[in-house]
């Protein structure tokens, strides 16, 4: 079974570009979660969607951050303009409703942004 | 204060050793509680959930104390393999979303 999919792997652009990361989470789960991870900041839960609608958005940055689900297999990130301060390591992961006993949720390898 | 609070180490423990990591978490309505593994430059990954009467898998043990909103993770017989960090995670009542503490490095040597 394929896991969480997330492209690019690395990227790397210059301050004010726009940035769009891309999620395909795990086939059949329904809950969809944004991260970013800094050595400053740890693991930091951007927003989240439930059966494609997004369910909280508190810890997006600010404006120039946002998230869409078209369809059950696809999400993206976008940053626009991006800042040197956006660099970090973005992961996506999956969860399943079902799965109350673990809520476990399942990462992709994440986007490592570098902006110069 | 954070919601979930560890020391971020880094343990550097010799092989065989036991270790022992602890997390405060400050919702007291927080209802389930894990432990993730993260490697370097890796993603993060489900280690074990933690039950409040403690529960052990393998050599790994966690125990809740709900009264000083306490969890902790002990492990014996260290491994080299064991080198990672261990994030403490914790899920609110009422969401499906974790809170992640920012993890402890844990560097087993020979």
């Known amino acids: 079974d394929a896991g969480v999919i997330q492209s690019p792997r690395h990227e790397v652009t210059e301050m004010g570009q726009e940035v769009t990361l891309r999620c395909k989470p795990i086939?059949?789960?329904?809950?969809l979660f944004w991260y970013r991870q800094t050595m400053m900041r740890g693991l930091e839960l951007l927003i989240y969607?439930?059966?494609?609608?997004?369910?909280?958005d508190s810890g997006m940055p600010e404006d120039r951050f946002s998230a869409k689900m078209p369809n059950a297999s696809f999400s993206t990130l976008k940053i626009q303009p991006s800042e040197p301060r956006d660099s970090a390591v973005y992961f996506c992961?999956?969860?399943?409703?079902?799965?109350?006993?673990?809520?476990?949720?399942?990462f992709g390898p994440g986007t490592r942004l570098t902006v110069t | 204060r954070k919601e979930v609070e560890q020391d971020p180490g880094p343990f550097n423990v010799p092989e065989g050793a036991t270790v022992a990591f602890n997390c405060t978490y400050s919702n007291s309505a927080s209802q389930s509680f894990f432990w993730y593994r993260q490697d370097c430059r890796k993603e993060p990954k489900l280690l074990m959930s933690v039950y409040s009467s403690g529960n052990e898998d393998g050599r790994f043990t966690a125990q809740l104390n709900r009264a000083s909103q306490y969890i902790s993770l002990l492990i014996r017989d260290s491994k080299l393999s064991d080198s990672a960090t261990y994030l403490c995670v914790v899920r609110a009542s009422t969401a499906s979303k974790l809170t992640f503490g920012t993890g402890t490095r844990l560097q087993v040597t020979l």
């Open positions: 992961a999956s969860s399943l409703a079902g799965d109350t006993r673990s809520y476990e949720q399942y």
């Open positions: 969607f439930n059966n494609n609608v997004p369910i909280d």
């Open positions: 086939s059949g789960h329904d809950y």
